[in-house]
């Protein structure tokens, strides 16, 4: 098999020559680093990531191939995959397709045999910013940087509207290895960007589950009768998704019981009279540290975000009970009185540790004390 040329470009003119590992073409997003050692495919097919070119920080991607059981949704939602060496064997009994394979059919861009730590030390020291893959006979540096220089950058874009579901569903598939419980409540999961680890945790408590278009009004919520609602993970900039915040403040005013993650978090920080901001390079990856400021305890989170809530915007009846090790930013909101929290990294992992999983105990306790 012939290698083709590919082309990385930053919007600064920055240039990464180097290997095409996945379909031809051109596209740009925002480029971004993750530092998570495992978990290439629920990365790449995590909604979180729509209009990013994802960069592994991790040497030797591709080694266990693609199967079709670890996506967390149907699609790639990554924009390009950006690594420093694929692996020429694929070792493990659930594969069923080659990464490269796999990007080549959902008509993904990928590169490889770029030096990765450099390209890592250039978002960190700059910010993240506006990049291009071109792989094939069209790939040139000046229409690379071109091509990057188009991309306007996620300040500003609703995205949570492009990957959510165009109508509501049931769901009541639980983790491979998890034990269903008998709960019987019922819970409303706003789908932002879901990914379905988040609600397959769910599923293994017993809950029922009904799944939410984005834009779902608050009477349509009300009309399901759930005991909590859930507000999922999901891409872009929180302040454009204005029919979101509207809903969410409305199911405030009737002590419904929230919990927030990831832009559920940003969602309800902003309902509750807070602002968010652009990070310079977010967070992405598997080995976060968080402080719980009550317990003082730290655990080891899953993140992906490139906006945060800013500290000083909160009202006074809503407090911080979370912050990141690594730069201060709150990681976790509740309100004082009211069954609202909310936590910015991914309890559910996928890929990641569990330590945060006791959160959607909280979220039980919470419904279970408002029944």
Not at 227 to 232: N, T
Not at 268 to 284: I, N, V
Not at 329 to 345: A, L, N, R
Request: hydrophobic share 35%; charged share 20%.
């Amino acid at each position: 098999m012939t290698e083709e040329r590919a082309i990385l470009a930053l919007a600064d003119g920055t240039i990464f020559e180097g290997i095409s590992i996945g379909a031809p073409g051109e596209v740009n997003g925002e480029i971004v680093f993750n530092t998570s050692m495992t978990g290439y495919q629920e990365i790449l097919t995590d909604p979180s990531y729509a209009k990013q070119i994802v960069t592994l920080t991790y040497p030797h991607i591709g080694n266990t191939g693609i199967n079709s059981e670890d996506k967390e949704s149907d699609n790639i939602w990554s924009s390009g995959l950006v690594v420093r060496s694929i692996s020429q064997i694929e070792s493990n009994w659930r594969k069923e397709e080659t990464l490269s394979e796999y990007l080549i059919k959902n008509k993904i861009l990928g590169i490889s045999n770029i030096d990765t730590r450099k390209l890592t030390r250039i978002i960190r020291n700059k910010g993240a910013q506006s990049a291009s893959i071109i792989a094939g006979h069209s790939a040139n540096p000046e229409k690379a940087i071109k091509i990057a220089n188009q991309f306007e950058g996620l300040s500003g874009m609703d995205l949570a509207k492009e990957v959510t579901t165009s109508s509501s569903y049931e769901w009541n598939e639980g983790t491979w290895r998890g034990n269903k419980g008998n709960s019987g409540l019922k819970v409303a999961v706003f789908d932002f960007g879901i990914k379905k680890n988040i609600l397959r945790i769910l599923a293994d408590r017993g809950y029922q589950l009904r799944v939410f278009p984005a834009e779902t009004s608050y009477q349509e919520i009300m009309e399901y009768s759930p005991d909590g609602v859930f507000l999922s993970n999901g891409p872009g900039d929180p302040e454009p998704c204005t029919y979101a915040i509207e809903t969410i403040t409305q199911l405030s005013k009737k002590n419904m019981p929230l919990f927030g993650i990831c832009l559920g978090h940003q969602l309800l920080a902003l309902s509750l009279g807070g602002k968010t901001s652009k990070m310079k390079f977010g967070h992405h990856g598997a080995n976060h540290p968080v402080q719980d400021l009550k317990t003082m305890k730290v655990a080891v989170s899953s993140q992906n975000h490139g906006f945060t809530v800013e500290e000083d915007s909160l009202p006074d009846n809503v407090k911080v009970t979370h912050k990141s090790l690594f730069d201060g930013t709150i990681q976790g909101i509740e309100h004082e009185s009211k069954p609202f929290f909310s936590f910015q990294g991914h309890p559910e992992a996928s890929p990641g540790p569990h330590d945060l999983k006791s959160l959607f105990n909280r979220f039980e306790e919470n419904m279970n004390k408002n029944a």
